[in-house]
Every structure is written in C-alpha cells, then in structure tokens.
C-alpha cells in the first residue's frame, strides 16, 4: 500500500487513516480537529453536498470554489507564519488562496473533489465566525432626537444633577453625560466590516421603509416620541452604568415598528440577536463615555450612584417629539451637525432613503 495514500475508513462521521500491518480494532485512536474546526455530526454529512457553494471545473481535473471574505478576516484565515491556511490546506487536501496583505479580494478554494472544498469553506465560515465575535460594532440603526426641545430639556437635567441631585452622588461629572447633538434611540447595533456589508444594510434599511415604516405611518400617522422618567440598566442604583430616559406611550406602535426592522436584520445575519435588545432608550448617562479607548478595549468599567438622580425624576419629561428619520450610525463620528455620520437614513416625514 502506498504511504502517501493510505486506506481511509469512515466511522460514526470520522475518517481513519489505516496503515499497512496494522489490524483494525476498536482501540484505533481518531485523529481529532481542533476546537475552532471541529464540526458535528449533521456537519460532517452535509460536507459532502451544499446548494449555497458553488463549485466550478478549474482546469482538467480540479475544481474551484471563490467567496467574498472582509479583508479584516484574513489574519485569521492566514495565521502566524500562514501556519492556520497551511493546516486548512492539509485537512481538506485543497489550495487556499487568499488576496495580499491590504488588498481586498475573493477567497478562492482549489481542490480535486467537491467534498475537500466544501470543507474548508465550512472550516473558514467558522473561523470568521469565531472572528467576528472579537471585533467591536461599527454602526448601529439610530432614532436622532438631537431637536431643540429635547435638548433643552436633557441640559436643564443635566444641569439640575451637577447642582442638586447628582452633587453628593459618588462618580457623577460632566464627563459622563451624553453629547446633547448626539442624543437619539438605539435600535440595533451591527459590526458592517466593508463596502458589501454596508451595502448589504442600506439595501435592508430601503427594504424595512418600503415594507414595515411606510405601511406603519400610513396606518396610524405621525408617531409621537415621548421621553419620561428614568431607569438603568442594571438592577443596583447605587453601582449603575447607564442611566437613560424611558420611552413611554400607550399605544406601542413606535415599538411594534422597531422589532420588526430589527427582525428582518436579524434574519439576513446583519443583527446578531444576542447582543440585541429592542427597549428603546435615550440614553442620558454612561461612564463608558469617561474611559480612554485603551480603557475601554481592556474591559474596564466603572460605576456611578443614581440613587438620588432615579428618585429625582421619577417622573421627568425629558421631551416630546415626532419620528422623523432613522439613521444606519457610524460608531465614534461626528457629522456637520454634531450627530453621528449617516451610512444612510430614511427621512419618514419625506419616505425617502438618502
């Protein structure tokens, strides 16, 4: 028997190498994936077939498979020393092909059977998978209620705790208050990595406004914001974080609409749902914004205590407004008009995306 091609044995979904002399018994010892490949048993058998791959003839013999991959995923592909592509590359019998540090690109997968290929595919969606999870979100779907009268409200309570309420309270400064031009509602926060990602949710943003914001405003009409009365988001006021201004109404439209959009994101893979809550919020206070951004990737935190400011105002309008637009927000920008910078917006008043 050649060496270089030993007998293969499949069992219970794994592949055994059988080497010449060697009888086999139930004591073969697998050969074991690392955790960040190891497939499971559903995996393993659908290796052998997947629709959403397309496979093409490359040359005589070969076959080939090309995807578009963010370029900030091919460190991770690549490894140190190329040593995670070069073990990619002897697991599935194929040649990977990945675009020159800095320059994007499609990966390409070249390999003598569909099997090999589909499986280092399945092996690098995990790994970017794995990845992704390390990176920081970069856009969030934003309501801006930067309007004269909420901030005029927010800098009467802002001013009100650094005078009264807030002046005894441990950890409150001005460092921790809201930017009054950046103040708006979180729908939902995505990490949009390149130009196909960040088309990817305009196209969704023009999706939900012809079929979820358009219905819903010709339904009901103008949707009223009201903002009253505060919470955090932990359970303890003495060691709170975020301090935020409730959105109160009785009807719940502006809610129902809000998790329908995040739905429909949800379901093209652009919101991951684990990180994802649809209570609207104007948020008021947050010490993440005292923290250098050292600070911050380092997983330090502090705390203040709105005991007194919660008991304060219970029951404080921070503002009425009408929903006018709905902004894919580009994280840590400042726009001309001292918001967040705008991927895209739909301005409801209007039904146009820009």
Not at 219 to 229: A, F, M, N, S, T
Request: include cysteine.
């Amino acid at each position: 028997m050649d060496i270089l091609k030993p007998e293969l044995v499949w069992v219970d979904g794994r592949c055994y190498r059988v080497l010449d002399n060697t009888k086999r018994t139930n004591d073969v010892s697998p050969y074991f994936e690392d955790n960040n490949y190891q497939l499971d048993d559903k995996d393993a058998e659908d290796e052998c077939y997947d629709s959403n791959i397309e496979i093409v003839p490359y040359g005589s013999t070969k076959f080939k498979h090309a995807f578009h991959v963010p370029k900030v995923f091919f460190p991770f592909i690549i490894g140190a020393k190329h040593a995670v592509r070069k073990r990619l590359e002897t697991e599935t019998r194929t040649i990977i092909q990945i675009p020159k540090f800095g320059q994007d690109g499609d990966i390409v997968i070249i390999g003598n059977d569909c099997k090999g290929i589909i499986s280092a595919r399945h092996r690098i969606n995990l790994l970017m998978e794995a990845s992704r999870k390390k990176i920081e979100f970069t856009h969030f779907l934003s309501i801006p209620l930067n309007d004269g009268h909420v901030i005029m409200k927010f800098n009467m309570f802002k001013n009100e705790v650094l005078t009264n309420s807030g002046k005894t309270s441990r950890g409150v400064d001005e460092t921790i208050f809201q930017t009054p031009s950046k103040l708006h509602l979180t729908i939902g926060v995505m990490k949009l990595l390149d130009d196909v990602e960040r088309n990817q949710a305009v196209e969704a943003l023009s999706y939900c406004n012809e079929h979820i914001v358009k219905p819903t405003i010709e339904k009901y009409g103008k949707i009223p914001i009201l903002l009253q009365g505060t919470e955090i988001m932990n359970d303890d006021p003495a060691e709170a974080k975020v301090l935020y201004a409730k959105v109160v109404g009785e009807t719940g439209v502006l809610q129902k609409m809000v998790e329908e959009i995040v739905d429909y994101y949800i379901k093209i893979g652009l919101i991951d749902r684990k990180y994802q809550t649809t209570k609207l919020h104007l948020t008021l206070m947050n010490t993440k914004f005292k923290l250098t951004k050292e600070e911050k990737n380092g997983k330090n935190f502090i705390t203040f205590d709105a005991t007194e400011i919660m008991k304060a105002h219970e029951n404080t309008i921070f503002g009425e407004a009408t929903l006018k637009q709905i902004h894919i927000s580009q994280r840590h920008t400042i726009g001309s008009n001292g918001y967040y910078i705008a991927t895209a917006k739909i301005n409801l008043l209007e039904g146009e995306l820009v």
